[in-house]
């Protein structure tokens, strides 16, 4: 008993040291495992949110109901934009215009041609002659990029305009 005596009293400042040296280590660990545990607990009070109830298993319930229904909502929005592209198609949306002088003696360029075609190359040419005397204004039916009628030079520019445009998609 009186070596174990001895041992620590000739060892005293190496014993005191190395217990030191282990409360600091302690210590360390101690203050890292507390951050560990405040970003855990950061981490699930963002994942359980203002929610009233602690159970993990409703919380992740509530999301999963919340992304069925969002799903459900984007399918009702693919299906409505789809609705939107069909019917585009048959609006409006090339546009060939050309403005002539028709007449010689005339002065500026008065007279015009438009035409008007949907996706389909579908629509109508406008025509309209100025003259001194009066105004005549002509409209002829266009379907796949043709008239039945004949056309006049102006408007095969104005139909040739509007079928180079297109709105991309």
Do not use: W
């Amino acid at each position: 008993m009186e070596f174990i005596f001895n041992f620590f009293t000739e060892h005293i400042v190496e014993i005191v040291i190395v217990m030191s040296l282990f409360n600091v280590l302690l210590l360390l660990l101690y203050i890292i495992r507390g951050i560990r545990i405040s970003s855990i607990t950061k981490k699930y009070n963002r994942l359980v949110g203002d929610s009233d109830t602690n159970s993990l298993e409703t919380i992740l319930l509530n999301y999963i109901d919340e992304i069925k229904d969002a799903k459900g909502e984007m399918l009702e929005l693919k299906k409505y934009i789809e609705n939107l592209n069909d019917r585009l198609e048959l609006c409006l949306q090339r546009i060939g215009f050309i403005r002539y002088n028709a007449f010689n003696d005339m002065g500026s360029d008065l007279s015009f041609s438009i035409a008007l075609l949907d996706d389909k190359l579908d629509g109508f040419v406008i025509t309209s002659i100025y003259g001194r005397d009066e105004s005549n204004t002509y409209a002829k039916p266009i379907l796949k990029g043709e008239s039945t009628y004949p056309l006049s030079v102006e408007e095969m520019q104005a139909l040739d305009r509007a079928k180079r445009q297109s709105l991309s998609r």
